[in-house]
């Protein structure tokens, strides 16, 4: 055993406070973005955060809610290590003194100086799809990298419509399903994806990868580079229906396929990036001439999307009607639930169904498979 001063520790810490957490507290990167989470070592919903960056302190309002400050009782508190051992960790972990030479601010103590060797420790994540030999999706490879760490990953499935773990269904981890919802411009090539966890408390947690340079980056995607998911499908369909999210998007599209005759017209199912109140004016262009019928979730930020939906379509599209639920159906139902939970025996469903044979009855608008744009 190195012998190593609290003091040394605590200057090789500086700068990498994150790092720390993550690697020698075994904090999950994922729950370091200062918003609430559930706790690492006791549970729960969102009784955790990262509540500061330049000191490294996270919070728990539950099991760590005093003498919790900075990376080093972190350490101590989520390992079970006493003061001595911690420290012995963290100096061991950031393999000094080499890397501290490195990480050592130069003169000044400024806190632009600490952002900048920040910077030199990020838990990268990339995701990198891998498409099948006729060109479609077949999987997307997460892979993570860190300092001084062995790269891991591994590989969600398309599924048609989008990407999942396998893995997921005997998994004991607190993550009980991974999903990735891609957005593809018109020609499925990549532009952002989302990816989420849904954990095993009911907790969700989406995170944004937008592509640069063939991999998809931890990031927002630019307000000009947005599009309505599902964009390929959309572009060829004439009856589009707009949903509140990627998963509500996903299912009734698998139950309109499903459900479709051989020479019905295909139908696409559209949503837009962060749900209620995204509607950008420019993706109006997506529905010139189109047939809409808005879905909101049954509440009242639902209606208002629908109701902001309708503004921004309506001078372009040639027909477009909101969905109204029945009345006593549950607060915050969405068709992804009427699916799951009723299937056929769904009157919203059937009525679906009618609406369908409706529009297909009239062969003047009709737009069949085979009569697709090249
Ligand atoms: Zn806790």
Same mark, same amino acid.
């Given at each position: 055993?190195?012998?190593?001063?609290?003091?040394?520790?605590?200057?090789?810490?500086?700068?990498?406070?994150?790092?720390?957490?993550?690697?020698?507290?075994?904090?999950?990167?994922?729950?370091?973005?200062?918003?609430?989470?559930?706790?690492?070592?006791?549970?729960?919903?969102? *009784?955790?955060?990262?509540?500061?960056?330049?000191?490294?302190?996270?919070?728990?309002?539950?099991?760590?809610?005093?003498?919790?400050?900075?990376?080093?009782?972190?350490?101590?508190?989520?390992?079970?290590?006493?003061?001595?051992? #911690?420290?012995?960790?963290?100096?061991?972990?950031?393999?000094?003194?080499?890397?501290?030479?490195?990480?050592?601010?130069?003169?000044?103590?400024?806190? #632009?100086?600490?952002?900048?060797?920040?910077?030199?420790?990020?838990?990268?994540?990339?995701?990198?799809?891998?498409?099948?030999?006729?060109?479609?999706?077949?999987?997307?490879?997460?892979?993570?990298?860190?300092?001084?760490?062995?790269?891991?990953?591994?590989?969600?499935?398309?599924?048609?419509?989008?990407?999942?773990?396998?893995?997921?269904?005997?998994?004991?981890?607190?993550?009980?399903?991974?999903?990735?919802?891609?957005?593809?411009?018109?020609?499925?090539?990549?532009?952002?994806?989302?990816?989420?966890?849904?954990?095993?408390?009911?907790?969700?947690? !989406?995170?944004?990868?937008?592509?640069?340079?063939?991999?998809?980056?931890?990031?927002?995607?630019?307000?000009?580079?947005?599009?309505?998911?599902?964009?390929?499908?959309?572009?060829?369909?004439?009856?589009?229906?707009?949903?509140?999210?990627?998963?509500? #998007?996903?299912?009734?599209?698998?139950?309109?396929?499903?459900?479709?005759?051989?020479?019905?017209?295909?139908?696409?199912?559209?949503?837009?990036?962060?749900?209620?109140?995204?509607?950008?004016?420019?993706?109006?262009?997506?529905?010139?001439?189109?047939?809409?019928?808005?879905?909101?979730?049954?509440?009242?930020?639902?209606?208002?999307?629908? *109701?902001?939906? #309708?503004?921004?379509?309506? !001078?372009?599209?040639?027909?477009?009607?909101?969905?109204?639920?029945?009345?006593?159906? !549950?607060?915050?139902?969405?068709?992804?639930?009427?699916?799951?939970?009723?299937?056929?025996?769904?009157?919203?469903?059937?009525?679906?169904?009618?609406?369908?044979?409706?529009?297909?009855?009239?062969?003047?608008?009709?737009?069949?498979?085979?009569?697709?744009?090249?």
């Amino acid at each position: 055993m190195t012998f190593v001063s609290a003091e040394q520790v605590k200057s090789m810490i500086q700068g990498r406070e994150a790092e720390v957490l993550e690697r020698c507290a075994g904090i999950p990167e994922e729950v370091l973005d200062g918003k609430n989470h559930p706790c690492p070592k006791c549970g729960g919903k969102d *009784r955790f955060r990262y509540i500061n960056q330049e000191e490294g302190t996270v919070f728990c309002n539950q099991c760590f809610n005093e003498k919790n400050h900075g990376p080093i009782s972190a350490v101590m508190h989520y390992r079970g290590l006493t003061y001595p051992a #911690a420290l012995e960790l963290i100096a061991r972990e950031l393999n000094s003194p080499e890397p501290f030479q490195q990480h050592q601010p130069t003169g000044s103590e400024e806190p #632009a100086t600490k952002k900048v060797t920040d910077k030199k420790y990020e838990m990268k994540t990339t995701f990198t799809p891998i498409y099948d030999t006729s060109g479609g999706p077949k999987l997307m490879r997460k892979s993570c990298f860190s300092v001084g760490k062995k790269p891991f990953g591994f590989d969600l499935v398309w599924n048609g419509y989008s990407y999942t773990f396998k893995a997921d269904s005997d998994s004991k981890s607190k993550v009980k399903k991974h999903t990735i919802y891609e957005y593809t411009d018109g020609f499925g090539e990549p532009l952002y994806l989302v990816y989420r966890m849904d954990m095993q408390d009911g907790k969700k947690l !989406p995170y944004l990868f937008h592509w640069q340079n063939g991999v998809y980056i931890s990031g927002k995607p630019e307000e000009d580079e947005r599009v309505p998911f599902n964009a390929p499908t959309l572009k060829e369909c004439e009856h589009v229906f707009i949903v509140e999210g990627e998963k509500c #998007a996903v299912a009734l599209q698998w139950w309109l396929d499903k459900t479709r005759q051989e020479n019905d017209d295909i139908e696409a199912v559209t949503c837009f990036l962060g749900g209620s109140g995204q509607f950008l004016p420019k993706y109006a262009d997506w529905f010139l001439d189109k047939d809409v019928l808005i879905f909101p979730d049954n509440d009242e930020p639902g209606y208002k999307y629908a *109701r902001c939906g #309708a503004e921004v379509l309506s !001078p372009v599209v040639r027909r477009l009607r909101i969905f109204k639920w029945p009345e006593g159906t !549950p607060e915050k139902w969405d068709i992804a639930d009427e699916i799951k939970e009723k299937g056929e025996s769904s009157r919203v469903l059937q009525g679906l169904a009618g609406l369908r044979s409706a529009y297909n009855a009239n062969p003047a608008r009709n737009f069949s498979q085979n009569e697709k744009p090249p």
